[in-house]
């Protein structure tokens, strides 16, 4: 006889999950950041070739819905958890032997460089959207803002950490020593996630329609379902725009600290680091918030999303007329406060699409997480090169640093002005489906 979950993850379930996420993130820094620097660098390739092959991982995380149907019409999640970090424990170890191998076969390399990013984007997706729709369905309510900032934060922690370690491993450089490395990485990271997520998910909420092979319905049929939901249509368009304009500005905020305020690279390295020390206690102040006695005030994940847009589309609008006011300019406070604004709202719309992702239709977790992560894999993909893009063009315009920039980031603040309102315009239905699974038949 099956009795009913009183409750969700524990806090010590959710760390777990959490490892999962730093797991994914050692991996994923190599692909963005390692081998971008050892073919520009060290290869001396075009910087066009590795911002294509990031532009390609992104693009395959399109197929983030269909991972998610598989995790939902699958017997567990963490089996997709798993072997998505396997798929792009592979891919990142191949795309280190296709660095190298550019040395002396530059278009085989290619190639294998190519199929490389296509397993990383492909585990990504399959991993990341599984663990979040794991989350959705076994984190408690109240716990969800804290949640998110948590596996969130232990996402950083892996990049910060695997950067730092990976870069004294690979001194002195050659290209079997970074093959060793992304190989003991990926291993490592494998064995992360096999032991975080041991009898991690204690029981499974798939519907009886999904309880033998032949009845499960088929994907086209699940999406469009889902699509219809108009709640999931919404905070798709959400996730989108707040997340273009989040990524849009990644790109050029320290050529613009160079250019119209002259810090060195060092000055501007150093404001990259207060922006992210902004976001940093932006997702602090919102676990806080959601988890303390006074949730029911200062905790709603829908207000701090809405207003983390506002604040954020008020300092980007701040930096557009800082090269009109010069130097007196408080450039850092105001790197700061955006960092600040975008910490919380990016927090809290992960907490709020836990939440939404358990209304509708039970067992279509994994799908809907899978449409937010396309939407915002999208937009990660177009952001940072349409910054670039648009800096260029009004460069040409105007002839002028301050006011290029300046409209580039008067753009983005629109863009979250815009993100603000389709937040505010999202409301959950009155009637959620069943959040948390029934406990197995002792």
Same mark, same amino acid.
């Given at each position: 006889m099956s009795t009913a979950r009183s409750s969700g993850m524990g806090w010590i379930d959710i760390l777990r999950c959490g490892l999962v996420?730093?797991?994914?993130?050692?991996?994923?820094?190599?692909?963005?950041?390692?081998?971008?620097?050892?073919?520009?660098?060290?290869?001396? $390739?075009? /910087?066009?070739?590795?911002?294509?092959?990031?532009?390609?991982?992104? +693009?395959? @995380?399109?197929?983030?819905?269909?991972?998610?149907?598989?995790?939902?019409?699958?017997?567990?999640?963490?089996n997709w958890i798993i072997g998505g970090v396997a798929i792009l424990g592979i891919g990142a170890v191949l795309a280190a032997i296709a660095t190298g191998w550019m040395q002396t076969a530059a278009t085989a390399g290619m190639v294998l460089a190519v199929f490389s990013f296509v397993l990383i984007g492909a585990g990504v997706g399959a991993a990341g959207t599984s663990l979040l729709a794991l989350l959705a369905t076994q984190v408690d309510p109240a716990r969800r803002a804290a949640a998110a900032t948590i596996t969130w934060l232990m996402m950083i922690l892996g990049i910060a950490v695997t950067a730092t370690i990976a870069g004294k491993m690979l001194d002195p450089f050659s290209p079997e020593r970074l093959i060793?490395?992304?190989?003991?990485?990926?291993?490592?990271?494998?064995?992360?996630? $096999?032991? /975080?997520?041991?009898?991690?998910?204690?029981?499974?909420?798939?519907? +009886?329609? @999904?309880?033998?092979?032949?009845?499960?319905?088929?994907?086209?049929?699940?999406?469009?379902?889902?699509?219809?939901?108009?709640?999931?249509?919404?905070f798709s368009i959400f996730v989108f725009v707040s997340m273009l304009a989040y990524n849009t500005q990644d790109l050029i905020l320290e050529p613009f600290a160079g250019l119209v305020f002259g810090m060195t690279p060092g000055e501007s390295t150093q404001l990259t680091g207060v922006q992210h020390g902004g976001v940093f206690l932006g997702m602090i102040l919102v676990a806080l918030a959601g988890s303390s006695p006074l949730r029911r005030w200062i905790g709603s994940l829908k207000g701090w999303t809405v207003w983390g847009c506002i604040?954020?589309?008020?300092?980007?609008?701040s930096l557009a007329l800082a090269g009109r006011i010069g130097p007196d300019f408080p450039l850092q406070i105001a790197v700061f406060l955006l960092g600040l604004a975008n910490g919380a709202f990016a927090v809290a719309a992960i907490g709020s699409m836990m939440k939404l992702a358990g209304y509708g239709r039970p067992g279509r977790e994994g799908i809907r997480m899978g449409v937010w992560g396309a939407a915002q894999a999208l937009a990660f993909g177009i952001g940072g090169f349409m910054g670039?893009?648009?800096v260029d063009i009004t460069q040409a315009v105007f002839r002028d640093?301050?006011?290029?920039?300046?409209?580039?980031?008067?753009?983005?603040?629109?863009?979250?002005?815009?993100?603000?309102?389709?937040?505010?315009?999202?409301?959950?239905?009155?009637?959620?489906?069943?959040?948390f699974m029934a406990a197995p038949a002792e």
């Open positions: 996420q730093t797991a994914l993130g050692a991996i994923v820094v190599l692909t963005t950041s390692t081998y971008n620097r050892v073919m520009v660098v060290e290869l001396a $390739l075009p /910087a066009m070739v590795p911002g294509a092959l990031v532009a390609l991982h992104y +693009a395959i @995380q399109l197929s983030r819905p269909r991972w998610g149907y598989g995790s939902d019409m699958g017997a567990r999640r963490t060793a490395v992304a190989a003991s990485i990926a291993g490592i990271a494998l064995l992360v996630t $096999l032991l /975080a997520t041991w009898r991690l998910e204690r029981s499974n909420s798939f519907p +009886a329609d @999904q309880s033998e092979p032949s009845q499960k319905p088929p994907f086209r049929q699940v999406f469009a379902e889902v699509w219809a939901e108009p709640e999931a249509r919404r604040g954020s589309g008020v300092m980007m609008t670039t893009i648009l640093p301050a006011l290029a920039y300046g409209s580039v980031f008067a753009f983005e603040g629109v863009l979250f002005l815009i993100s603000a309102i389709l937040a505010a315009r999202i409301d959950s239905p009155d009637r959620p489906a069943q959040r």
